[in-house]
């Protein structure tokens, strides 16, 4: 049975830093697209980045270069580190893998499994 359990929400100020963790299993980790996505009430689920079997990674832009995807294969886990967080980035994050090697996209229908989520609050 695939499991994908997320961890790490919590409150923080503005500016400031959290990291996310997802924990996977009953799947064949090494082997799947992994990704990031939140969504707020009343809006679309929104990608927010994704990581290839092979470690490649790709951002939203909103996000490029605060924060960070990553994943450990030995103990079959994602990350995602948030640095300079902002308001508008409170939001429920969710993990998420796609069957294949390669990411198709932060589209979240093209994801296949999905975590129940964390939240994350940002003050300001």
């Known amino acids: 049975q695939i499991r994908l359990m997320e961890s790490g929400g919590g409150s923080v100020q503005s500016g400031g830093s959290l990291t996310l963790s997802c924990a996977a299993s009953?799947?064949?980790?090494?082997?799947?697209?992994m990704g990031w996505f939140r969504q707020t009430p009343g809006k679309w689920r929104e990608g927010v980045a994704f990581?290839?079997?092979?470690?490649?990674?790709t951002y939203a832009d909103s996000v490029k270069g605060r924060f960070t995807i990553s994943r450990d294969n030995d103990n079959r886990t994602m990350s995602l580190r948030l640095n300079n967080v902002k308001p508008e980035d409170t939001a429920i994050y969710y993990c998420?893998?796609?069957?294949?090697?390669?990411?198709?996209?932060?589209?979240?229908?093209?994801?296949?499994?999905w975590g129940q989520g964390t939240q994350v609050t940002v003050s300001s």
């Open positions: 998420a893998l796609a069957y294949g090697r390669r990411c198709l996209g932060l589209t979240p229908d093209r994801y296949n499994e």
């Open positions: 009953g799947f064949a980790y090494n082997d799947y697209c």
């Open positions: 990581v290839n079997a092979d470690g490649t990674s």
